[in-house]
T-cell receptor, first 114, second 111 residues
């Protein structure tokens, strides 16, 4: 079946602009994760959604970052007033039910802030 | 603060050789240790994972060795192939809803 999809694949924006990144998880997966992958820094956890529970936002680096998950499926990560240090690959992953399940990653969105 | 430390940053191995990547952690509450493989332009994919109640897990050419007392775990790739060339990430988790990743190892297998 279809895997996790993300859009856009690449996004170039100017400093100070807002951006929205989209994630379509695997159908039926209740858990969804957002990570940021910076060069030489590995993957940094941002936020976790599990079903209808309140999301775990403990990894969001600042209040410029927010995420929503509508109808328990599609998720949008929004970065307001982008800064150059926000440039990274943003990865989304989903898993069947969260705890103990394999995470399936999307291909990521490469964000470049000029 | 890096929760999981990974080394080396890059590794070059001859075809047929053994690739070894090491990771260390501090938080003894971690109870799940996966390894991910990532090819350029793709998201990471789970390769193999281990829990701290076993010292070794093998799946095909891939083996995880786990040393609980030393708080270290490593990935061994036997008979390395050019198709194994990728970036490898170790990770650790306690609650399974938050994963801490290493900084990655770029593996190149020379034919």
């Amino acid at each position: 079946g279809a895997g996790v999809s993300q859009s856009p694949s690449n996004k170039v924006t100017e400093k100070g602009k807002d951006v929205e990144l989209r994630c379509d998880p695997i159908s039926g997966h209740t858990a969804l994760y957002w990570y940021r992958q910076s060069l030489g820094q590995g993957l940094e956890f941002l936020i976790y959604f599990q079903g209808n529970s309140a999301p775990d936002k403990s990894g969001l680096p600042s209040d410029r970052f927010s995420a929503e998950r509508t109808g328990g499926s599609v998720s949008t990560l929004t970065i307001q007033r982008t800064q150059q240090e926000d440039s990274a690959v943003y990865l989304c992953a989903s898993s069947l039910s969260g705890v103990g399940d394999t995470q399936y990653f999307g291909p990521g969105t490469r964000l470049t802030v000029l | 603060q890096q929760q999981v430390k990974q080394s080396p940053q890059s590794l070059i191995v001859q075809k047929g050789g053994i690739s070894i990547i090491n990771c260390a952690y501090e938080n003894t509450a971690f109870d799940y240790f996966p390894w991910y493989q990532q090819f350029p332009g793709k998201g990471p994919a789970l390769l193999i994972a281990i829990r701290p109640d076993v010292s070794e897990k093998k799946e095909g050419r891939f083996t995880i060795s786990f040393n609980k007392s030393a708080k270290q775990f490593s990935l061994h790739i036997m008979d390395s192939q050019p198709g194994d060339s990728a970036t490898y990430f170790c990770a650790a988790s306690r609650t399974r809803n938050q994963f801490y990743f290493g900084t990655g190892t770029s593996l190149t297998v020379i034919p």
